[in-house]
């Protein structure tokens, strides 16, 4: 079967297309049969829909060939998460097909496990434990912790000394970030190793090719949600934003105060 990602919810907009099949709740093959990644910045709104086209031309199939849309919810930019999870459901309901809701962490943090058919560098120890951490600003990031691909480390949200906290508290050894918190808090997070004293933690950056978000690996999640009979229907795909959005927060914190 035909899947179509959808990864919106990072600075640059990526589809992918995927062939595969499954049997016993488990995916027994799986092909990325094309990749494309928008080279404009925050420009999903206008870059989406030309790049699906483009994919599924390129793959010599339509879009009533394709079986599953798989969308990476969130979190991440609240827009971006807006426009892919708007855009898989209303090709979902136009195809009366459902949908695969993938956690963009995970999908992020896959990327270093996942041996898929693209070239590129990875570096992970058996003992690695897999942090991607997206911005949510002020200090602020959305993360979480895989080992082998399984989380160890609740996805959420935390500030990046409570991240740094949850990552002394479960005794890691070694540490290795991913998603664009690294650019904007890389120096914090190094100040508060020192700070905490965490010698006994080796930490580390994924190189700038398996960063940041990839719609890959939410191709390949979408497959596995798909075996594991957790597909949904356009109503009930729904953004995992992790927090209100600034005006949201502001507005309640003004009517709590009267």
Known sequence: MYILAIETTGAFASVALANAEW???????????????????????????????QILEESGLSIGDVSVIAVSHGPGSFTGIRIGVSTARALSQVLNIPCAAVSSLEAMALRQFWDGDREESRDVSEESVVCPIIDARRSQVYGGGFKAAEEVIPCGPYT???????????????VLFMGDGIDKYQS???????????????????????????????????????????????????PNYMRMAEAERKLKEKQKNG
């Open 23 to 53: 049997k016993n709740s488990k995916v027994t093959s799986f092909e990325i049969l094309g990749h494309i990644d928008g080279n404009d910045k925050f420009s999903h709104l206008q870059n989406l829909t030309p790049q699906i086209q």
């Open 160 to 174: 990046v000394e409570e991240f740094m906290d949850a990552i002394l508290a479960k005794g890691i050894t070694e």
């Open 188 to 238: 914090l997070i190094e100040d508060l190793h020192r700070d905490k004293q965490m010698e006994s933690c080796n930490i580390r950056y994924a190189d700038a090719p398996v960063r940041y978000q990839d719609a890959d690996t939410v191709a390949y999640l979408g497959a596995k949600a798909a075996a594991a009979g957790k597909l949904c229907g356009f109503e009930q795909l729904k």
